[in-house]
């Protein structure tokens, strides 16, 4: 039984060829419209999502599968003190393939571990998100056409932004890759990421503070937010939240083909008059996340693929 936990669980190989059934499915999405007319999928979000949860709903009915789930911990039996591995094994009599976000690292894969459905990491604290990176990857490939050579900046709360530790995890693995690492001494990178990802694996990277003195080197620029859910006070979050705003003078100083690209939500890190900006893909971004998790459903469920 394959689950996704982390997105080292799939190879190069097998990233490449979910990004390209995610790009047929975006040429061709008819063709796929009845691949699982038989499935049901469980979204089991113990914590709050927008994008996540609802576009692997979308991406569920788009291949003319079923839906089922809670989007809240409070309105499962999670309130009354169920643990994740008794909810698993009941969901995995009601679903084919669990899609789970849970506030505490490591709960989707304790869940994985009891169930005898495929179990996806819809995020787990503030650990991984191995969909948003797929997300994140397909977006890449589409603007730059490889992966090879190009320099990341990652921006914003690195400590806590499980989107960036998966990104940096999968983007490694290709020849030539450089990062910079943007934020404040408080919200570093965390050391199994430093230490055990960048320096292990021999990659070149800066870590800086300030936006200005790294953007113009950037070939993408991935801004997150501060996870104001993951502090222990209220004073030090109040303090980091706006410690970076992409505008249009920050703009000025790119490339003209560097792409800013923000898994969202964002609260104050990108000024709206961003938005406007032909290289702004975060939206664009949000919907690359309905066929790659199409792609990756059909994948976890093996199910036999239209010609
Ligand atoms: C991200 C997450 O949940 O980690 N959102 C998402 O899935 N698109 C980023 C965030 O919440 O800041």
Do not use: W
Request: aromatic share 8%; proline share 5%; hydrophobic share 40%.
């Amino acid at each position: 039984m394959k689950h996704l936990m982390s997105p080292l669980d799939l190879t190069v190989s097998e990233l490449d060829e979910l990004m390209d059934l995610a790009d047929d499915i975006e040429r061709n999405p008819k063709k796929y419209a009845h691949t699982c007319d038989d499935k049901r999928l469980a979204t089991l979000f113990y914590e709050p999502s927008t994008r996540t949860r609802l576009s692997f709903e979308a991406a569920m009915m788009n291949l003319g599968g079923k839906v089922l789930g809670f989007s809240s911990a409070d309105s499962s039996s999670a309130a009354k003190g169920e643990s994740v591995s008794d909810t698993i094994r009941v969901v995995s009599c009601y679903a084919d393939i669990a899609a789970m976000r849970h506030p505490k690292e490591g709960a989707p894969l304790v869940a994985s571990m009891a169930s005898s459905i495929p179990v996806i990491n819809a995020g787990d604290g503030g650990h991984q998100h191995p969909t948003q990176t797929l997300t994140d990857l397909l977006t890449i490939r589409h603007l730059k056409g490889k992966f090879d050579g190009l320099t990341i900046g990652l921006c914003g709360d690195l400590k806590f932004g499980r989107t960036v530790h998966s990104l940096i995890e999968a983007l490694v693995r290709y020849p030539g890759i450089r990062f910079v690492l943007i934020s404040p001494e408080e919200l570093r990178v965390p050391s199994y990421i430093r230490q055990d990802v960048l320096v292990r694996n021999q990659i070149p990277f800066t870590e800086v503070e300030r936006l200005e003195d790294a953007i113009s080197q950037l070939d993408v620029l991935y801004m997150t937010r501060v996870q104001r859910e993951r502090f222990f006070n209220e004073e030090d979050y109040v303090r980091m939240k706006d410690f970076y705003i992409l505008d249009k003078a920050k703009m000025e100083m790119a490339k003209k083909d560097m792409y800013v690209l923000h898994p969202l939500p964002r609260v104050n890190e990108i000024s709206v008059e961003v938005d406007q900006d032909p290289r702004a893909m975060y939206f664009k971004q949000a919907q690359y996340g309905v066929y790659v998790r199409m792609a990756l459903i059909l994948k976890l469920l093996e199910v036999e693929l239209p010609c």
